[in-house]
C-alpha cells in the first residue's frame, strides 16, 4: 500500500539551532512531493515540493527540502528556527500515474515546537 | 483576493440534522476539494471536483454529497449528521485539475463541526 510516514509526532528545537522535520514514503512510480504547513486554527498552507530535477527544493519562509530517491524520504529542513516556526507540518506525495482524482497521500502530521 | 472562504466557522449539529458547509473560492480554480482533518488520522479526502458539474467520491465519502453548479462555489452537504461527523472540515483548491498538473492546494481556515 502506498504511504507517507512522518516518524516523529513531534519535534522541539532551540530558536536560532537548525530543524529538521523527517519524512518517507512508500509509492509506486514517480513521486510528486510537497510540504505544508498549519498554523493554529488556519488552514494548511503550501510550503515547497519537488516534481523533477534538482533534489534540493527551496520554498517559502527559508525552509528548504532535499528529495533522496534512494532513501525515499524528503526531509523539510531551515538552518535557523523562528519561534514563529512553531507549527504542524505535513508532508504529502502524489503519484505521476494517479490519473486525475489528484489524490494526495498525505503525513499524520508532526508538531514543531521552537522554544525562545 | 479572498482566496477560499469556507462558512460557518464552527457549527453544532444534533444527530439526524442535516446541514450544508459552504466554500468559496475567487481564484478561478478547476479543481476543488472537502478533507476532513481528526486527530491521529491526519487529513482524509471526502469528495473533489475537476470542474463545474463533476464531482467525485475520495476516501471517506459516505454520509455526505456535494455539488458544483459554478466554477467558484463547492458545498458540501451532511444529509443526517452523526457523531461520528465530529470534525474540522477544510475545503481545497488548485489551479488545474489536468492530469500531470501540480499546483498546490489553497486552503480553506476550514469549519469546525460538532454533533451531539
Known amino acids: 500500500a502506498q504511504s507517507v510516514a512522518q516518524p516523529e509526532d513531534q519535534v522541539n528545537v532551540a530558536e536560532g539551532n537548525p530543524l529538521t522535520v523527517k519524512c518517507t514514503y512508500s509509492v509506486s512510480g514517480n513521486p510528486y512531493l510537497f510540504w505544508y504547513v498549519q498554523y493554529p486554527n488556519r488552514g494548511l498552507q503550501f510550503l515547497l515540493k519537488?516534481?523533477?530535477?534538482d533534489n534540493l527544493v527551496k520554498g517559502s519562509y527559508g525552509f528548504e527540502a532535499e528529495f533522496n530517491k534512494s532513501q525515499t524520504s524528503f526531509h523539510l529542513k531551515k538552518p535557523s528556527a523562528l519561534v514563529s516556526d512553531s507549527a504542524l507540518y505535513f508532508c504529502a506525495v502524489r503519484v505521476s500515474n494517479a490519473g486525475n482524482n489528484r489524490k494526495l497521500i498525505w503525513g499524520l502530521g508532526t508538531s514543531l515546537a521552537v522554544n525562545p | 483576493n479572498a482566496g477560499v472562504t469556507q462558512t460557518p466557522k464552527f457549527q453544532v449539529l444534533k444527530t439526524g440534522q442535516s446541514m450544508t458547509l459552504q466554500c468559496a473560492q475567487d481564484?478561478?480554480?478547476?479543481?476543488m476539494s472537502w478533507y476532513r482533518q481528526d486527530p491521529g488520522m491526519g487529513l482524509r479526502l471526502i469528495h473533489y471536483s475537476v470542474g463545474a458539474g463533476i464531482t467525485d467520491q475520495g476516501e471517506v465519502p459516505n454520509g455526505y454529497n456535494v455539488s458544483r453548479s459554478t466554477t467558484e462555489d463547492f458545498p458540501l452537504r451532511l444529509l443526517s449528521a452523526a457523531p461520528s461527523q465530529t470534525s474540522v472540515y477544510f475545503c481545497a483548491s488548485s489551479y488545474s485539475a489536468a492530469t500531470g498538473d501540480n499546483s498546490p492546494l489553497h486552503f480553506g481556515n476550514g469549519t469546525r463541526l460538532t454533533v451531539t
Open positions: 481564484m478561478n480554480h478547476e479543481y
Open positions: 519537488y516534481i523533477t530535477g
